[in-house]
């Protein structure tokens, strides 16, 4: 029994064995998508809204007009939808933009 007190018996050093048991799967999550959506107000041109969809939102003429009626119409328009960090950007870039034009235009991020 002398000889196991010395360390000899190796499968039970540690570090042993133990690669197998702690390689797991890493878990890979679906980052968080964000909508950005565009409020109406009663200042901000209809042609400044459909500039900032095709610009920041790569929208054809068509598309950005149908977003922009549906500001219009109904108070908030969907542009796109984005991981956190592109969302977060195309909010800021959108703001700076109307700010820089003089106009109100409020732009938003929230989580699908």
Same mark, same amino acid.
């Given at each position: 029994? =002398?000889?196991?007190?010395?360390?000899?018996?190796?499968?039970? =050093?540690?570090?042993?064995?133990?690669?197998? #048991?702690?390689?797991?799967?890493p878990k890979t999550k679906k980052p968080s998508l964000y909508r950005v959506l565009?409020?109406?107000?009663?200042?901000?041109? $209809?042609?400044?809204? #459909? &500039? #900032?969809?095709?610009?920041?939102?790569?929208?054809d003429r068509e598309t950005a007009t149908r977003i922009m009626l549906h500001v &219009?119409?109904?108070?908030?328009?969907?542009?796109?939808?984005?991981?956190?960090?592109?969302?977060?950007?195309?909010?800021?870039?959108? $703001?700076?933009?109307?700010?820089?034009?003089? &106009?109100?235009?409020?732009?938003? $991020?929230?989580?699908?």
């Amino acid at each position: 029994m =002398a000889h196991m007190q010395n360390g000899e018996d190796k499968g039970n =050093a540690p570090g042993r064995g133990t690669a197998v #048991i702690t390689r797991t799967k890493p878990k890979t999550k679906k980052p968080s998508l964000y909508r950005v959506l565009i409020l109406n107000d009663d200042y901000t041109p $209809m042609e400044f809204v #459909i &500039h #900032i969809l095709e610009r920041f939102f790569q929208k054809d003429r068509e598309t950005a007009t149908r977003i922009m009626l549906h500001v &219009h119409n109904h108070g908030v328009g969907e542009c796109g939808v984005y991981t956190f960090e592109v969302a977060e950007t195309k909010v800021s870039q959108v $703001m700076d933009f109307a700010r820089q034009n003089q &106009h109100p235009l409020q732009c938003v $991020m929230e989580k699908k």
